[in-house]
């Protein structure tokens, strides 16, 4: 499979510097990644989790769950994916991928619980023992969270051999569909949308506001290495998918963490002006630790109705 998430790091440095020159200046700082203590999505009464099918991944299993507030219509309240306590040990290690360049990502398609409410139709969870291009910036060994918002039969038709696959790639959400400060791979690498949508996945969209890319942007001061970060993905003229993308690092440090709000850490994230398909849209993702259940946590929370 020749296309990755490969960006040529002068044309992504030129691009996001252009991109962030050209927002708001009174908005371009680097976004805030500290945490905020919102413990509503699951401690408030009549709050219910509620599970689906676990897998095996590493030394333990992962499984999505989803919130409903049973004192109010059994309305969403966070969508997530739980890792057991020992998932995080025993994983895959790297390998050459000099015959493979996917041999690296290994793949999870997840079932949602049978009651879920939101519009979101599965997972695709995803462990990368060496990180993914551009080099530096996030190949440092990860998860990515897929919630994708299409059946998987969409996700699985997303392919090259598909006639229709570059002119799907470069079909992008009309404006207003889109969050502020979030910039494609395609404008980020100079390159057509085709050559760096991910087959079986779609077209990524980075927020510039992202630490770990202050140093393309032209504000190196600004430069933290990667830990976590919030990317859309694209297809066809609609969003697909939203995707936390966290260090397994920094899911761990959540486990020996003393400070409440680095045991549950809710991230704000940018949102656009309407959606497509219109559900309950997330605010925040949150990360945490939960030490009754012994598992770890990686949610979209803060759902509201949004179209």
């Not at 960006?7 to 991109?19: D, K, P, Y």
């Not at 890319?213 to 504000?219: A, E, I, M, V």
């Not at 397994?248 to 709000?261: G, Q």
Request: proline share 9%.
């Amino acid at each position: 499979m020749s296309r990755t998430r490969i960006l040529a790091t002068a044309s992504v440095a030129f691009a996001i510097a252009s991109f962030v020159a050209c927002s708001d200046p009174g908005s371009t700082s680097v976004a805030s990644t500290s945490a905020s203590l919102d413990r509503a999505a699951f401690d408030q009464a009549g709050a219910h989790r509620q599970y689906g099918t676990p897998q095996k991944v590493g030394n333990g299993t992962v499984r999505t769950y989803v919130v409903l507030d049973q004192q109010n219509k059994g309305r969403p309240l966070e969508v997530g994916v739980a890792l057991s306590e020992k998932a995080l040990e025993g994983l895959p290690a790297p390998v050459s991928t000099a015959n493979n360049p996917m041999a690296n990502m290994h793949m999870y398609l997840l079932d949602l619980p049978a009651r879920n409410p939101t519009q979101y139709k599965f997972v695709q969870f995803d462990w990368n023992p060496a990180g993914h291009e551009p080099d530096s910036v996030y190949t440092y060994p990860h998860f990515d969270f897929h919630f994708y918002t299409v059946p998987v039969e969409v996700r699985n038709s997303i392919l090259p051999n598909d006639p229709q696959y570059a002119t799907k790639a470069a079909n992008y959400p009309a404006p207003e569909y889109r969050a502020p400060f979030y910039l494609d791979a395609a404008t980020a690498a100079n390159a057509p949308a085709a050559a760096v949508t991910i087959p079986q996945m779609g077209l990524h969209w980075l927020d510039v506001r992202s630490p770990e890319l202050q140093k393309l942007t032209g504000n190196p001061a600004g430069y933290r290495q990667f830990t976590k970060t919030f990317i859309y993905g694209t297809w066809d003229g609609q969003f697909i998918f939203d995707e936390p993308m966290i260090t397994r690092a920094y899911i761990l440090e959540k486990k020996t963490a003393t400070d409440p709000a680095v045991v549950d850490e809710v991230v704000p994230v940018s949102t656009p002006a309407k959606y497509s398909p219109a559900g309950f849209h997330p605010s925040a993702y949150r990360i945490t630790w939960d030490e009754q259940q012994k598992e770890y946590r990686i949610a979209l929370t803060q759902l509201s109705w949004k179209e």
